[in-house]
């Protein structure tokens, strides 16, 4: 299984970005799928995940600005990010969390996409 994220890129605080995320391979289906993001020296923290079902789940750093979607039938997470912030600069990486290759196995695995750089100017 493979992610393929896109999306990044520069923007001036204020605006927006769309960051797309694709899994491709043998996948049965997918719990839940997010986005985590990165900075220099900093951990890897959680932006937003969607389950399945639909149920999301925000950082409270985006709420309000950042909505998280996905179509399953195509096993894409998207991010539509507004009103960026010049703290909003980070690597994004997608993830994939319980990943099922076949409906007879239980086995489930999680998977991280490359991460695509935002860079939010002020």
């Known amino acids: 299984v493979q992610l393929q994220a896109s999306g990044g890129g520069l923007v001036q605080a204020g605006g927006s970005l769309r960051l797309s995320c694709a899994a491709s391979?043998?996948?049965?289906?997918?719990?839940?799928m997010g986005w985590y993001r990165q900075t220099p020296g900093k951990q890897r923290e959680l932006v937003a995940t969607?389950?399945?079902?639909?149920?999301?789940n925000y950082a409270d750093s985006v709420k309000g600005r950042f909505t998280i979607s996905r179509d399953n039938a195509k096993n894409t997470v998207y991010l539509q990010m507004n009103s960026l912030l010049p703290e909003d600069t980070a690597v994004y990486y997608c993830?994939?969390?319980?990943?099922?290759?076949?409906?007879?196995?239980?086995?489930?695995?999680?998977?991280w996409g490359q991460g695509t750089l935002v860079t939010v100017s002020s």
């Open positions: 969607i389950t399945s079902g639909g149920s999301t």
């Open positions: 391979g043998i996948i049965f289906d997918i719990n839940a």
């Open positions: 993830n994939a969390k319980g990943v099922r290759v076949s409906m007879w196995s239980p086995k489930v695995s999680d998977y």
